[in-house]
Structures are given as structure tokens and as C-alpha cells.
């Protein structure tokens, strides 16, 4: 497939400006000195590769939401599995820089005075397993949890909420301290990953392009996929699933694919994400978190890709904002999002910019974007 | 009453003897001030006569002393038991003498004052031998178990069942004679019967106190008869097979009281998802707000307590019956508002109206936050709604009992309303067939509009129920949520008997599970089977038929 029709204007544009931002960022943060006025500080860095990251992943559930229908509530979950994969290898960085100077424990592990660690650990010193295993362990779970969903025809809200379950018992099981992942407070205390300092500002911007390229990658490859002869089936079975079946596609099989693809891509974000943050605790498998994710897709554009990346930025960015502003509106301002979105954006801000753009210019030919009835 | 449990108080009462033994300086100074001089032997002068006479007649001293009932004769008991009771040689006042390091420091006996230290050779210990030893125990006994408060009787009969001291058969032969009150008097019955079985008493006897012990059939006899069982002879085969009884019965209880608990449980979630069900059966729509309006129903009691408690305090055990149409009407309006406000402009978009209701859920908790602020704020139970009673060794709450009432008669009349009123068979048929009921005339429209009110006042039933054991706050919605989606999914939507069987199928399972794997294991076992069992029913247990599953 030719990359001029996997780069179309809007992706186009979009990476242009991230490109842009990739540049000017690190330039902004290392070469400007702090009293200049285009100086980024590191604060601000750190927060937009955090956004960089939500948008990954917001990319992933508009993958399988946005083209497949499949509405996940638990992406969540599997964001959270990456980052706990990569928050594990941190922990064995640590080594015995730790407060009870442990070499091979993480500190929370002697303060529950186990005396060896348990065989899951294993394997999480080595910066590669734990990359490896960031996108496996998300993706087989998808996959587990997709086969047998996907097998029995569980679809629709049905499906929503076992996402939602699925989700919900994770943040069960991570919370208990018999788990061997923290408990509730989760990995943190980082030092440093491959030997960078991650408190300095290079490994930040290190990391910042690391997301950069992480996105732009995820949304050529979701494009890829969906501009492919599979994407059609995809969009085909959104559209009519039975219709499709009944054509003589395995639904399934389609279906299972775009799921797990779509659980590595977010396992990916959640890897990029730990690092960055400095924790990752059993909260980021709340059921409202998952939920909000779906708020970032719509609010960007369902089936548009760039849209979900741009709404997960949005939405991000007025949160930081009106959380630091007067926290008391901000959750009238996402409750309102919510509403006001699915009644009146159906095609979210990408699809209302491109709308009254061919309105402006009416003798242009609109590519028509077909959008879901479900 | 299980021992166990009225010993769980012991503690606080030490602390009130100590208070007590805080102020005796001052009593004892009014006591001086009003006592009359020439009374009756008081207990003071009884004191004097102790160092004197035979080891007999200060046994019998013991015992008038005793009798007197007064509480400081304990302390000075057990110190002259304990062989701490010195005559001082210089004018023959009787101390209690401490030895602490190399200093010996004298208190009062009767007030445990500090009379400063002394020499070692000052005082003249008390003698005791055994015989007095022993008849200051009963009497100890004995003034326990003639405590004119049956609380206190009580306690002490359970303490002496725990020790189980042979020496103390004759206070509790003596105070099961004069015992009135039943209670005391079977653990009285009891104790005496465990300090039969340490004592050399004869076998008929022992096997009468097996007996005895068995029909507790508790844990604390358990305890006794364990030991005992494992013995050789006639009476520990006795205690072998009473052993038996009481853990086959226990065994019984305990899967009873487990039942119970899941039916409790049940009952919670019932009454959190059925209003999930009705709306989701017919509308196809998950709320997502359900929980919010849930919280808006527990609000709405809150309130109503709160007008009550200002206004009419006294009319405080009718405040559910009140806030409960209340809440009903209030969260209703809410619903019908959501209804059609939004979920109508968006009806055949089911994963839309998930999430505009979401958006709801957050904007009613931010509301709520900002009115009542982020803490749980205080709902009262009635008098009829607090407390508990014992069934067999069942320990059932009131409030528990009252809310699976409560559960069943929302699911009767939910019932009731939907088979036998114009308004339900008009719900009944926009659920089976939209478009046919359509046809037929019926406002669908309309009939959404009621029953997503319907619903949500159900919901706001739910909070009104709630608010009685759990906390009202902001997030009381978020807690239920998941929980009765669960509900709504296993039991099958659009079927009032689905979320029926869902909720009491969960809530027992549940509680089966809690005592094997813990409580946050067994919530997440139940998770992972309804996930495992949506792929063998993808519709719920009680899966709607009929062309309305495609749609």
C-alpha cells in the first residue's frame, strides 16, 4: 500500500503538527535557557508525553470501537497491564537504591517480608522482556477475552459491560497486596530506565519523543489496518454484522484480530506512560477511567483515528487546566462533554471542523465519511 | 448469648472500676462524714476483726464479709488471698503492703490509697492457709453472683465458666439456688457444670455436666468438651459425641447464617438493579446514571431526617416512611428529565446513550458534592430499624431484615404493576415488539418516559434503603454501579424474575465464596463466572424471546 494513501490530509496534517511539536519541545526544553520565553519547562514536558500516550491510546479504542463497533469499557485494563509491565522493570532498576536496600526485592516486597520473588517477576531486569511483555501480556489477555466473547456472540452493550467487568475485577485482584504488584499503592519510586536518570530533563524529552514516535506509529498502523481490504470487513461488520457473516466472513476471526492489536497498541501507551508519570497504581483499572477514554474518541471523532488522538489531547489538556483552576467544574465540564457530544457531535470536533469546511467551500466535492448507526 | 460475645466487654468495665477507684478517695470522705458511728458491724470494723481468732472463725469472717454485698470488700479480699494484708505494729491499722525493688509502700485495702512507704519490719503479714484461702475465693465468687445487677451477675457467671475453678461449686450451687433471672441462671448452670467436671465430683454427676455443657451447643462449650473428649473413660465418650453434635450443628448454623448473609446481600442488589432491568428490558438503554440516582434517593432521606430532626423530632421513627415516596418521586422526576432530555434523541444508539447517561452520572454526583460537600453525611436508623435478635445462633439485624422485606415488596408490587395494570401491559408491549406496539396506538413515546421514571424512582426506593447501612456520600452511585450491571446481565434484561434470580443467585454465591477465598477474591470470582457465563448465555439467564433479542 502506497504511503500517499495511508497519509491523507487529515492524517497528513496531524502529523505534521506532531512533528512540529517533537521538534520544538526538546529544542524549547534543552537549548532555551530557563528565563527565555519560549522556554518548556520539564513539568510540561513529562505532561505532554503523558498526553501523547492518552492518545495512543485513545488511537487503540478507536481502532476496535470506531471501525468494529466493538465498544470496550475495559481498554483501561489493558493500558494498565503495559504500565504495570514497565513499572515492574523499573522496580528491578531500583536494585538496592531502595529505602530497605534490597537488591533483589522491590521495597514493598520486604516490607511484606516475603523472602524471594515470586516467579511472575522473573525476568522483568532485563529492559527487553518487560517491552516484550508490555504488549504480550495486554494482547493475550484480549485475546483470551476476545476468543470467548467474540466465539459466543456477545455483542452490544452486553459486551460493554463484561469489559467493564473484566476491568473492574482487575482493579480487585491488583489491589490486594497478595497479588504481588503493590497493592494499593501500586510501583513507584523510580530511578532511572536503561541508565538514564529519569528525573533529568534529557530522559524526559527521551521519553518524549519516545511517545511522539509511538503515536505516529500506532496511527499509521491503525490506518494501515483499516485502510486494508480487512479494514472494509471491519467496517463492514460495524456496520451489519450479521449481514457480513452471512456473506461468508468469520466474523470472529476479524473481530479477535482488531481486538488484540488494539490491547498492544494500549498496553504500548501504558508502557510509554509509567515512566513518565513515576507510578502506576491499581486506580488506572477503574471502570471510570476506561470510560473516560471512550469520552476522548467521541469527543475527537469516532473512525477518524486522528480524531480520537486529538480528542484524547483536548480532553487531557482541560483537565489539567480546569483541575488546576476550580476543581469543583471539572466534572460538570466532562458530564457535560459526554452529553453534549453524542447528542450533538455525533461526528465529534473533526468531523464538525471538515463539515463546516466543505459548508465554506460548497463546490469542493465532500468525501463523504460513513458513519456507524450503532 | 454467647459467652464470647458479653466477654468482648470486659474491658470497658475495667475501666470503669478504675474510674471508680479514681473517686473512692472522695467517697470514702462523704462515706465518713454521713456514716453513722454504732451501726451494724460495717465493713470496716468486720476488717479489724480479720488477723484475729481461728483459721475457722475468720473463714466464717470471710463470709460476713461478704455478705455485706459491699463492693470494696473485692480488693480487700484479694489481698488478704494473695498474703499482701499487713497489721502495722504500731496501731494496728491493716494495709495493703507493695513491694516494689527494695521499698515496701502500704495502701488502703478498702480505697487502694497510698498511705506512703514503710519499713519491712513495720507490719505483721496477715497469715493465710489454705482452708481461708479457699473460702475467700467463693466469697469472691459469691459476691459477684449476688451483684444486685444481672448484667453483672451475668458477667461474673461467665467468668466463672471460663475458669472453671472446682473451688467455686459451692457459690454457684448457692447462687443458681437464689438466681431469678433465666439468662443468669444457664450460664450459672453451665459454669457450675464445668467446674463439676474439674472437680472429683462422681461419674454420674460428670455425665449430668456433660449434658449440661452440650445443650449450649456453642463455641465455648466446645471448648470445654474438646479437652474432655480427648481423654479415655465413659465421660470423655460422652463429650466425644456431644462434640460431634455440636459441630454437626454448627456446621448447620453456619451454612444457615451464610444463607442468610447472601440473602441480605441479594436483597441489596435487587433493589439496586431492578430499576436496571426495567429500563434496559424495554428501552434496551443501560443508565449509567442509575447509581447517581440511587445517591439521589439516599440525599433525598437525608434531608427528610434532617426537615424532621428541626421540626418534629419526635416523629423520627417515621422518617423512611416518608422519605420513601419521597424518593421515589424525586429520583423519578430525575428520570423522567434524563429521559426526555437526552436517551429520546438517542434511541436506537444504545453505546451512545451509555455514554450520555454517564455523563449524567457525573454531573448529578459533581451537583450532589457541591450541595451536601464530599463527606458522608449522617442518616439515622429507627428505633425499629436498629438492634438485633437471635434465632437459634442466628444473629439477625434488624435493618438487614427490614431491607429484604422491604426488596420483596418493591419486587411484588413491580410484579403487581407490571401484569396487572393498562400501564404495564403497555410496557410488556413496547418491550416485545416497538413497532407492532406502535401500530397498536400505544404512546411509545410515553410509555419510555414512565418507565425510565419508573425505574429511576425505583432507584431512588433503592437509596432510601441503602442509606441505612452504608454510607451516604457522593460515591454511594459508583459502588452499585458495577454490581448491579452484573445483576442485569447474569439474570437476563427485560425480565423482573431475572434480576430476581441474578441478585439472590450473586449475593449467596458470594457470600459462599467470602469465607473460602476472602471477601475481594470472592467478589472477583463471581466477576470472572459472569464473564465466563455471558459466553454461554450472551442474553442473560432469563433471555427474552422473540424478535425484540435482534433488535
Keep these: 500500500m502506497s504511503l500517499t494513501k495511508l497519509i491523507d490530509r487529515r492524517m497528513g496534517i496531524f502529523l505534521g503538527l506532531l512533528f512540529l511539536v517533537t521538534v520544538c519541545v526538546p529544542l524549547g526544553n534543552l537549548v532555551m535557557s530557563p528565563d527565555s520565553a519560549l522556554h518548556v519547562p520539564s513539568f510540561a514536558v513529562a505532561l505532554m508525553g503523558k498526553y501523547l500516550c492518552y492518545a495512543l491510546l485513545a488511537v487503540a479504542l478507536d481502532l476496535v470501537w470506531g471501525y468494529c463497533g466493538i465498544l470496550s469499557l475495559g481498554h483501561g485494563a489493558f493500558f494498565a497491564l503495559g504500565g504495570y509491565a514497565m513499572g515492574m522493570h523499573l522496580m528491578r532498576e531500583i536494585g538496592d537504591r531502595g529505602v530497605y536496600a534490597n537488591p533483589d526485592l522491590p521495597d514493598f516486597m520486604v516490607f511484606l517480608n516475603w523472602d524471594r520473588l515470586p516467579w511472575f517477576w522473573h525476568g522483568f531486569d532485563m529492559f527487553w522482556f518487560a517491552a516484550i511483555m508490555a504488549l504480550v501480556v495486554p494482547g493475550l489477555l484480549a485475546f483470551v477475552f476476545g476468543w470467548f466473547a467474540f466465539r459466543s456472540r456477545v455483542t452490544g452493550v452486553y459486551l460493554s459491560i463484561i469489559t467493564q467487568a473484566m476491568t473492574y475485577a482487575l482493579m480487585l485482584a491488583f489491589f490486594r497486596n497478595e497479588m504481588g504488584f503493590g497493592g494499593n499503592n501500586g510501583l513507584t519510586d523510580f530511578k532511572d530506565v536503561l541508565g538514564f536518570d529519569l528525573q533529568s530533563d534529557a530522559t524526559r524529552v527521551g521519553l518524549f519523543v519516545c511517545s511522539a514516535l509511538a503515536l505516529a506509529g500506532g496511527l499509521l498502523l491503525s490506518k494501515w489496518i483499516t485502510a486494508s481490504k480487512l479494514g472494509k470487513v471491519l467496517v463492514s461488520i460495524r456496520d451489519a454484522e450479521s449481514r457480513t457473516r452471512f456473506l461468508g466472513y468469520r466474523v470472529e476471526g476479524y473481530k479477535l484480530f482488531v481486538f488484540v492489536v488494539s490491547a498492544m497498541l494500549a498496553g504500548l501507551a501504558g508502557a510509554l506512560y509509567t515512566p513518565q508519570v513515576g507510578i502506576i497504581n491499581p486506580g488506572e483499572f477503574s471502570p471510570a477511567n476506561s470510560i473516560e477514554i471512550v469520552i476522548w474518541v467521541a469527543l475527537g471523532g469516532r473512525g477518524t483515528l486522528v480524531g480520537a488522538a486529538l480528542g484524547a489531547i483536548i480532553v487531557a489538556l482541560s483537565k489539567t487546566l480546569l483541575t488546576g483552576w476550580i476543581p469543583e467544574i471539572w466534572l460538570f465540564a466532562l458530564g457535560a462533554m459526554f452529553i453534549l457530544v453524542t447528542l450533538y457531535l455525533p461526528k465529534g470536533v473533526l468531523g464538525f471542523i471538515e463539515a463546516s469546511r466543505d459548508r465554506l467551500r460548497p463546490k469542493a466535492k465532500a468525501a463523504p465519511v460513513k458513519e456507524a448507526e450503532a | ?551
Design chain 2, 1 to 551: 448469648m454467647p459467652l464470647g460475645f458479653r466477654a468482648a466487654s470486659f474491658p470497658k468495665d475495667r475501666i470503669m472500676t478504675r474510674l471508680t477507684s479514681l473517686f473512692a478517695p472522695i467517697l470514702m470522705l462523704l462515706a465518713l462524714v454521713t456514716a453513722l458511728p454504732g451501726a451494724a458491724a460495717t465493713l470496716e470494723e468486720l476488717m479489724q476483726r480479720l488477723p484475729q481468732g481461728s483459721y475457722d472463725d475468720r473463714a466464717a469472717l470471710v463470709m460476713e464479709i461478704a455478705a455485706t454485698g459491699d463492693e470494696r470488700a473485692v480488693p480487700l479480699l484479694e489481698a488478704l488471698g494473695e498474703g499482701d494484708l499487713q497489721e502495722l505494729k504500731s496501731d494496728g491499722t491493716l494495709v495493703r503492703v507493695v513491694k516494689e525493688g527494695k521499698t515496701y509502700t502500704a495502701y488502703d485495702p478498702l480505697t487502694g490509697e497510698s498511705l506512703g512507704e514503710i519499713g519491712r519490719r513495720d507490719g505483721k503479714k496477715v497469715k493465710v492457709n489454705n482452708g481461708l484461702r479457699r473460702a475467700i475465693r467463693s466469697a469472691l465468687g459469691i459476691m459477684t453472683l449476688r451483684h444486685p445487677d444481672p448484667a453483672k451477675r451475668l458477667e461474673a457467671a461467665e467468668a466463672a465458666f471460663k475458669s472453671g475453678d472446682p473451688d467455686q461449686l459451692e457459690a454457684l450451687d448457692a447462687a443458681l439456688l437464689a438466681e431469678s433471672d433465666r439468662e443468669v441462671a444457664t450460664v450459672l448452670g453451665a459454669a457450675r457444670a464445668v467446674a463439676m467436671l474439674n472437680s472429683d465430683a462422681t461419674e454420674a454427676d460428670q455425665f449430668e455436666a456433660v449434658t449440661t455443657i452440650a445443650a449450649m451447643g456453642n463455641q465455648d462449650a466446645l471448648g470445654v468438651l474438646l479437652p474432655l473428649a480427648a481423654g479415655e473413660g465413659p465421660v470423655a465418650e460422652a463429650a466425644a459425641d456431644a462434640v460431634a453434635d455440636i459441630e454437626r450443628s454448627q456446621k448447620v448454623w453456619g451454612l444457615a447464617q451464610n444463607v442468610w448473609y447472601g440473602l441480605s446481600l441479594g436483597s441489596v442488589l435487587m433493589l439496586a438493579a431492578i430499576g436496571l432491568a426495567i429500563t434496559f428490558g424495554v428501552m434496551g438503554v443501560i443508565n449509567m446514571a442509575h447509581g447517581e440516582l440511587i445517591m439521589v434517593g439516599a440525599y433525598t432521606t437525608f434531608v427528610v431526617q434532617e426537615f424532621i430532626r428541626n421540626t418534629m423530632p419526635e416523629m423520627f421513627g417515621w422518617s423512611l416512611l416518608i422519605a420513601a415516596p419521597l424518593a421515589f418521586l424525586t429520583a423519578g422526576a430525575v428520570g423522567v428529565a434524563i429521559e426526555r432530555g437526552i436517551v429520546r434523541h438517542l434511541y436506537g444508539r444504545p453505546l451512545e446513550t451509555l455514554l450520555a447517561t454517564w455523563g449524567v452520572s457525573l454531573i448529578l454526583q459533581q451537583t450532589v458534592r457541591s450541595i451536601f460537600g464530599p463527606n458522608n453525611r449522617e442518616v439515622g436508623n429507627p428505633d425499629w430499624m436498629s438492634g438485633a435478635f437471635e434465632l437459634g445462633q442466628l444473629t439477625i439485624t434488624y435493618n438487614r431484615l427490614w431491607i429484604l422485606v422491604f426488596s420483596l415488596i418493591v419486587f411484588a408490587g413491580l410484579l403487581a404493576l407490571l401484569k396487572r395494570t393498562p400501564m404495564g401491559l403497555q410496557m410488556r408491549a413496547v418491550t416485545q415488539n416497538r413497532a407492532m406496539a406502535a401500530d397498536m396506538g400505544i404512546r411509545t413515546g410515553w410509555v419510555d418516559a414512565m418507565t425510565f421514571g419508573l425505574g429511576a424512582g425505583i432507584a431512588g426506593l433503592a437509596g432510601v434503603a441503602l442509606s441505612q447501612i452504608d454510607n451516604v456520600s457522593p460515591n454511594l452511585g459508583q459502588s452499585y454501579i458495577v454490581d448491579s450491571f452484573m445483576v442485569v446481565v447474569f439474570g437476563g434484561a427485560g425480565n423482573l424474575w431475572g434480576a430476581f434470580a441474578g441478585a439472590f443467585t450473586l449475593g449467596v454465591a458470594n457470600k459462599f465464596l467470602e469465607p473460602v477465598a476472602g471477601a475481594v477474591l470472592a467478589k472477583i470470582l463471581v466477576l470472572v463466572f459472569i464473564i465466563l457465563f455471558i459466553q454461554k448465555r450472551p442474553r442473560g439467564l432469563f433471555a427474552l424471546k422473540g424478535r425484540a433479542v435482534e433488535a
